[in-house]
């Protein structure tokens, strides 16, 4: 009995040890940046800049069927599968604008690199190019997600932004900011971009 509680013991402080260097190494990751225009409650009003994207491209209909596929073709790109076999990091957040017909799995690519200066992908479903500044409404939620996780929080901005007469348009998207393995302090986020002005303000 004395070793079964060695082990678990052992097992639990490794465990902890792992989910806390997991955490330390996400909060390090660079993040794209943004302003925060307004917050509220339960959701903040932002100005995300221009920034350099690599994208794919899906014929899929849920977050289950675009989140593997997608993050394999991606990181395939950044870890080297390009022409000058150059290692990329890794940033946050992965960005997904799931449809009804085709959907989209985005990376956005360190600051450090500008779109003329990132090699060209040997993968060429991977397309980089770069955003257009928006101003969008952001919903945090933890957890892990699923396509219901996301639906309940994309119905929930949807009336949050009703409610406070803010204007929307475009697709609800859906921003994941941690690695599957990470089991705790799990971060996620709902977009979308909105009309706004301080006038907004209620």
């Known amino acids: 009995m004395k070793i079964i509680l060695i ?7 490794a465990f902890i040890t792992f989910q806390s260097f997991t955490t330390m190494a996400t909060q390090k990751t660079e993040a794209r940046i943004f302003k925060v225009l307004h917050t509220e409650p339960e959701f903040e009003i932002r100005f995300y800049p221009s920034a350099t994207l690599a994208t794919v491209y899906l014929k899929a209909k849920s977050y289950r069927e675009v989140s593997s596929p997608g993050f394999r073709q991606l990181a395939g790109y950044i870890f080297g599968g390009n022409e000058s ?3 990329i990091a890794m940033t946050t957040p992965v960005q997904m604008n799931i449809n009804d ?22 993968d060429a479903k ?34 949050l932004l009703d409610s406070k007469g803010i204007k929307y348009h475009g697709n609800f998207r859906f921003l994941a900011y941690n690695p599957p393995f990470q ?20």
């Not at 082990?7 to 402080?13: H, V």
């Not at 017909?101 to 040997?122: G, R, W």
């Not at 955003?131 to 929080?153: C, K, Y």
């Not at 089991?183 to 209620?202: A, Y």
């Open 183 to 202: 089991l705790v302090g799990r971060r996620n986020e709902i977009i979308v971009t909105v009309e706004w002005s301080q006038e907004n303000v209620k």
């Open 126 to 159: 991977v397309i980089l190019h770069q955003s257009v500044d928006e101003t969008v409404a952001a919903l945090q939620f933890g957890g892990f997600a699923s396509d219901e996780e996301i639906l309940r929080h994309s119905d929930k901005l949807k009336t």
């Open 85 to 87: 076999e150059t290692k």
């Open 101 to 122: 017909s085709v959907s989209e799995m985005s990376f956005v690519m360190p600051a450090e690199y500008s779109l003329d200066k990132l090699p060209k992908p040997k």
């Open 7 to 13: 082990i678990f013991g052992i097992i639990t402080i």
